[in-house]
């Protein structure tokens, strides 16, 4: 013998009918007929109760009960009160769910927004990076004696440029090391 264990009622999706007289029972009887249902013809309307052949006897519908087409094929009566607290509209599950499903997809649709800025950033500073590195190179070269006009001053400006480039890069990678 086993202990006490919990179950969760599995989520199924079920068709339904209220039953509310005589109209009701006429388009119940059909639905029934059409579904293939061997015991439809048992069925019968007795003023103002619906008769319902179910796998457990007979059992009697009253005006304001739901008649449900169980996961079997089978048809049953079910209270009101019963069917509310068990069951919703299957489209406002579909809603529900689908509104989670856009809130996720929208907060990922703005996280891959957030990194793309992010990136753009980092692409920016890494060319500003590296024209300032090419312009202190060439400042360099010039400056050592390769037969252009740079003073001092502009070589000075132009590392200068490059340390500050360097400063930005860093800021946006996060790290102390130098940009690669």
Partial sequence: MSGLQRFRKKPVV?????FTGLDSYLAIFDWMKASGSTVADEVRYETPLMLIPTLEGLMAASPGDWVIKGVQGEFYPCKPDV??????PADVVARDETTELKAGFD?????????????NRLRAAVREWAKA?????LARIAWE???????????KAARDNLHRAEQALRGLVGGEGEPE
Avoid at 83 to 88: D, K, N, Q, R, V
Avoid at 107 to 116: C, P, S, T
Avoid at 133 to 137: E, P
């Fill in 83 to 88: 069917f509310e607290a068990t069951y919703e």
């Fill in 14 to 18: 079920i068709e339904a009918m209220q």
């Fill in 107 to 119: 907060k990922m649709v703005y996280r891959l927004d957030a990194a793309l800025q992010e990136a």
């Fill in 133 to 137: 590195a090419d312009d202190y190179a």
């Fill in 145 to 155: 004696g390769y037969g252009t006009d740079v003073t001092a001053a502009s070589v």
